[in-house]
């Protein structure tokens, strides 16, 4: 165990070595660069295109959160359902699809029934934040 600790601490050193060279090397060899407080770009900055292309940049950022947030309604929208339909003991949940777009749902598959089609209908129709039900589902035969 003792060996493992100085071969760990040996290890250490030449590492910290290494560095301390190599930072002093590149320092002497005028590799070293000041510090200063420019920005690095040389000649004058447009301060008027920096604010429209930092507005542009905006807009495009809000755009972009608008469809998360849009796409997140609809999965939770779609999660609800199905939720449902899973918790129903009439409607076999694994054979239909719900697709949501906006407020509208659509329902697809097959159903085993006339009272299952309703049941998944108004399942869809009766959850909060649906305005409009497309039905898709095709009865088994």
């Given at each position: 165990?003792?060996?493992?600790?100085?071969?760990?601490?040996?290890?250490?050193?030449?590492?910290?070595?290494?560095?301390?060279?190599?930072?002093?090397?590149?320092?002497?060899?005028?590799?070293h660069v000041p510090?200063?407080?420019?920005?690095?770009?040389?000649?004058?900055?447009?301060?008027?295109?920096?604010?429209?292309?930092?507005?542009?940049?905006?807009?495009?950022?809000?755009?972009?959160?608008?469809k998360v947030k849009?796409?997140?309604?609809?999965?939770?929208?779609?999660?609800?359902?199905?939720?449902?339909?899973?918790?129903?003991?009439?409607?076999?949940?694994?054979?239909?699809?719900?697709?949501?777009?906006?407020?509208?749902?659509?329902?697809?598959?097959?159903?085993?029934?006339?009272?299952?089609?309703?049941?998944?209908?108004?399942?869809?129709?009766e959850t909060s934040?649906?305005?409009?039900?497309?039905?898709?589902?095709?009865?088994?035969?």
């Amino acid at each position: 165990m003792r060996t493992l600790g100085a071969l760990v601490v040996t290890v250490l050193l030449i590492v910290v070595a290494f560095v301390g060279v190599s930072y002093i090397a590149g320092y002497w060899s005028g590799r070293h660069v000041p510090e200063t407080n420019t920005v690095g770009t040389t000649g004058k900055v447009d301060v008027n295109a920096a604010r429209e292309r930092g507005a542009e940049v905006g807009e495009k950022v809000a755009v972009a959160a608008e469809k998360v947030k849009e796409s997140a309604a609809e999965a939770a929208l779609t999660s609800k359902i199905k939720a449902k339909m899973v918790l129903d003991d009439y409607v076999k949940a694994r054979a239909i699809d719900v697709t949501t777009d906006g407020t509208t749902v659509t329902l697809s598959g097959r159903v085993r029934s006339a009272e299952e089609h309703d049941r998944a209908m108004r399942i869809a129709r009766e959850t909060s934040g649906v305005t409009r039900v497309v039905d898709h589902l095709s009865m088994e035969r």
